[in-house]
C-alpha cells in the first residue's frame, strides 16, 4: 500500500499504549475513513517519517502542535510507558495552553477515550472519559469526529455565508464544444460538473474499447482550458511508459511545480494533489484509461477520492474500460452514478458527419461504419472536419 503523505497538520492524532493498539487501529481506520487518508496520525502509518534518533520530539510536535485534535488512549499501560509518557508530556502542555485560551472551542482540543483498566496521571479524576471498549469501531469514529467538528464546526445548512474569497465553480455551465457524435449522457453530466452547486463532485464513464472515451476526455480538456480561473489536467495511465513525459503534461496546465523525477507515481501524484490543496482554487482532474493504473488505482481511491468529500474545489473525472466502484465507499456521497458509454450508431455519425459535409448520404455513413468496424477513433477521423 502506498505510504501516505504527511500533512502540514493533521486532524487527528492518536497516542496510544502498543497493549490497546488492535482496538485503537481500528478505530483510527474508521476516523480516516470519514476524514481522508493522510489526515490522522497513528504511529505505525507514518513509520517513513517518524523513524530515527528524533523520533521522540517528532511525536511530541505532532500531539503538542501539528494535530487538530489529540486523542489521549487511557490505560494502566499508557501511563507506564516511558514513549507514552513522553507523549503525554507534550499533551499536558498543550491542555494547559488550551486552558487559557480566550477562544471555547479550542479547550475542546484533546480527547481522553478509555480502551483499557487503570489511570494515567494528569488525567483528574472528575474527567469524563469515555469507554470505548464495548463500543464498535464505527461508533467510536462518530464521537471523535463529532468532537473534531466542536475545533473546526461546518457552516450550519442554508445559513447565510460570504462567498469564498478568489475564483469559483460557475453558477451555470459555461457553453461547451463537442465535435463528436452523440454521448449526450456524458456531455449533460459534465456540464452539471461544472458548476457550483452540483452535489456531486466524481464523474465516472465506463465503456468498451472504441466507445469514444479517449476522445470525449480530451474534448472535455480542450473546453476547461478555454474557461478563465478553472484549472485543468489529463492523465492518461496509458502514457505511463515515459513517466515524466506524461506528468509534465499533466501539470502543464494545472499551475503546480512538476514533481521530482525518480518518484513512483503514486508519490507524484500526491505531491501535485498537495499543492493543489494550498492553492484550493477550481480544478479539473481528469484519468483516462483507468484499468491499465495498476498500483496507482489503489492511491486514487484511498487517497484521491477519499480527499473529494472535503475538497469543495475540486472535481475529478475517471474514464476506462473499468472505473472504481462505490459500493460502500466512504467516497460514494460525491460520486454520480456511472455514465455507461455504448458505440455509437450509425445514425449518430450520420448527424455528426452532416455538420462538415451536408451532403453526405446516410448510405455512405453505413458504409463507413462497416468497415471500421464501428471503431469510433477511426470514424471520427473520417467523417470530421478533417476527414
Known sequence: MPERPVPDKFLVAFSLAGEQRELVQAIAQAVEDRLGRGQVFLDEWFEHYIAGDDADLKLQDIYARRCELAVVCVSGRYGAKPWTQAEHRAIRARYMQCS????????????????????????????????????SASESADLIVARLHLLRPEPAAGSAKAPPPGPAWPDEAP?????????????????????????WRLLRICGASETGKSHITRQMLANVLAIPDIACGRFDFKGTTDMAREIRAFVQDLEVPVPPTGLRLHDGLDQIVAALRQRARPTLLIFDTYEMAGEAQEWVEKSLLQGLMRATWLRVVIAGQRVPEAGGAV????????????LPQAADWYDYGRLHRPELKLEQVETACDLARGKASLLAQLLGPGG
Do not use: K, Y
Open 100 to 135: 487559557a485560551a480566550a477562544e471555547q472551542r479550542e479547550r475542546q482540543a484533546i480527547l481522553p477515550l478509555r480502551v483499557g483498566d487503570g489511570e494515567v496521571e494528569g488525567i483528574l479524576f472528575n474527567a469524563i472519559v469515555p469507554d470505548v471498549r464495548q463500543r
Open 175 to 199: 457553453p461547451l464544444s463537442w465535435p463528436m457524435a452523440d454521448h449526450s449522457g456524458a456531455r449533460a453530466a459534465f456540464g452539471e460538473l461544472l458548476t457550483a452547486g452540483v452535489p
Open 331 to 342: 467516497w460514494a456521497t460525491v460520486a454520480r452514478p456511472t455514465v455507461q458509454l455504448e
